[in-house]
Nanobody, 118 residues
């Protein structure tokens, strides 16, 4: 069972990017899914999370600009990022609480770089 991210890249300030993260393998169910980020020299922080019932939670710094969503039929979580700022530059990691077989896994993706130029 693994998470594979896509969608990072270089964008100018004010632009948009959409990140995707797909879970694959023998998945029974997925509880919460989320996105974290880590900028150089800083600790990893939560950006947004979404539960299995689509309750969402956002970091204050991204509220109103970022939107998290999920497609349960595809075991995929998305992060739509609008009005990007240079301070949003970081490696973005997806995270999911996955049940496979009789085991629960706290999975992390490999990370995708988002760079916002001024």
């Amino acid at each position: 069972v693994q998470l594979v991210e896509s969608g990072g890249g270089l964008v100018q300030a004010g632009g948009s990017l959409r990140l995707s993260c797909a879970a694959s393998g023998a998945i029974f169910s997925i509880n919460s899914m989320g996105w974290h980020r880590q900028a150089p020299g800083k600790q990893r922080e939560l950006v947004a999370a979404i539960t299995s019932t689509t309750t969402t939670n956002y970091a204050d710094s991204v509220k109103g600009r970022f939107t998290i969503s999920r497609d349960n039929s595809k075991n995929t979580v998305y992060l739509q990022m609008n009005s990007l700022k240079p301070e949003n530059t970081a490696v973005y990691y997806c995270n999911a609480d996955v049940w496979s077989g009789y085991r629960q896994y706290d999975l992390w993706g490999q990370g995708t770089q988002v760079t916002v130029s001024s």
